[in-house]
Each structure stands twice: as C-alpha cells, then as structure tokens.
C-alpha cells in the first residue's frame, strides 16, 4: 500500500484559500486518490476522490498531476467550520475488490478569525 | 450519501467485562466493513476488514480473540471488545462499502469506549 506524507499541521485565516499538498510516490497504477476531513469525535467525512487531473466539487477542488506521485487538495474561502484534521488516502483501487484504506497522520488545519 | 451508523455513541464499562459495537449500513448493502479505533489526537488505525459471512482478517498486531468481530449480514457487523482493559479505551470506528460499487467507504460516526 502507497505511504502518503502530508504536512502536520497548518493554519490559515477566514476567507483565504488553503492548499494541502499530499505526496503518495508508490502510488499504484490503478488507485485513486482520496480526501477525507476529520471534526473531533466523529467519523471521517468524505470530501473530495480523483484519479488525474483536476476534479472539483461544492467543497473543494482536487488537482494531481501527471505523474499522480503527490495530490493538492484546495479550500476555497475557508471559515472557522473547516477547522478539522485533513486525511490524504491513496485508494481505493479502480478495479474495485475490497480493498483497506489506511490512514496517514493527516493534515491539522486551524482557521483563525 | 449512504449513511452509517454504530451504537453506542459512547460506553463505559468495567475493566473486565466485554463491550459490543454495533455498525449498520442503513440505506445499502454492505459486502465488506472496516474497524478502526483511535486514540486521542492520533490518526485512525485499521484493527481489520470484515467480509459478510466469513472471517474477518486482522492487521499486524490486533488480537483477533480479543476483538471479536461479526458480520452476519450485509448491514451489519459488530464489534465485541472482550475482557476490557483501561488501554483499549479509544475512539472505535466503523467504515462500509457499498455492495457493487468500488469507489467510497461511507464512516459511521464513531464509538467512546472509556474502561474503567
């Protein structure tokens, strides 16, 4: 399974945009890639999945290039709400089965007014 | 989105005794579920993958007869912690994936164990 590394932590302001960089060098040809957002004591939250290129959603765009080697999730405007952890995955995998997600250390986001 | 859910919220039993945790697919099939626990400030860690109707496999290092899991059907399975001890107080989290489909696991909103 591909090794994600993420920064720990980050901080931001109100109304800014937040780019997190994830790399995954030994991804798979066939994985996707996978954001998940994380508040305390709750399960994880599906954000946003892509496999190349640029994907986009009502929250968050998802840019990987070429290579798929590393992923950058980005919050446009965020609020205090978006303060959370942000977990970069590498999978599930596109030929489907059942594969297990395994979680990094993820991302500490901390918006401040 | 599909929605997952466990049962209890939260729990705090005696050291000894044993603890169940429910996780439920409420709108789909689930052909495989997963068990994470957490601890505080710590990132989520795969304890095993369960498949409906056979064993569930464990990762490296979970006692599988301590952590008795269950699927009996394809939206439930359950987590059993037996003879708790105040180190498996943790976060426990349930994850499904929908039946036919490959591309999202769907995470329940989670268990507090406290051992006392």
């Known amino acids: 399974l591909a090794k994600t590394t993420q920064p720990i932590s980050m901080d931001s302001y109100e109304g800014q945009e937040v780019n997190i960089t994830c790399s995954h060098n030994?991804?798979?040809?066939?994985?996707?890639i996978t954001w998940y957002q994380q508040f305390p004591s709750q399960g994880p939250r599906f954000i946003i999945q892509?496999?190349?290129t640029k994907v986009t959603n009502e929250v968050a765009s998802l840019f990987i290039p070429a290579d798929r080697k590393s992923s950058t999730l980005s919050l446009p405007r965020v609020s205090l709400s978006d303060t959370a952890v942000y977990y970069c995955?590498?999978?599930?995998?596109?030929?489907?089965?059942?594969?297990?997600?395994?979680f990094g250390a993820g991302t500490r986001l901390a918006v401040h007014p | 989105g599909a929605v997952v859910s466990q049962h209890p919220s939260r729990v705090i039993c005696k050291s000894g005794t044993s603890v169940k945790i429910e996780c439920r697919s409420l709108?789909?099939?689930?052909?495989?579920m997963f068990w994470y626990r957490q601890f505080p400030k710590k990132s989520l860690m795969l304890m095993a993958t369960?498949?409906?109707?056979?064993?569930?496999?464990?990762e490296q290092g979970v006692e599988k007869d301590k952590f008795l899991i269950n699927h009996a059907s394809l939206t439930l399975s359950t987590l059993t912690v037996t003879s708790a001890h105040p180190e498996d107080s943790s976060f426990y989290i349930c994850?499904?994936?929908?039946?036919?489909?490959?591309?999202?696991?769907?995470f329940g909103p989670g268990t507090r164990l406290t051992v006392t």
């Open positions: 995955l590498v999978g599930p995998n596109l030929s489907g089965g059942y594969n297990k997600l395994i």
């Open positions: 709108d789909f099939q689930a052909t495989t």
């Open positions: 030994n991804i798979a040809t066939n994985d996707y």
């Open positions: 892509g496999y190349k």
């Open positions: 994850s499904a994936r929908e039946q036919g489909a490959s591309n999202e696991q769907y």
């Open positions: 369960s498949n409906e109707g056979s064993k569930a496999t464990y």
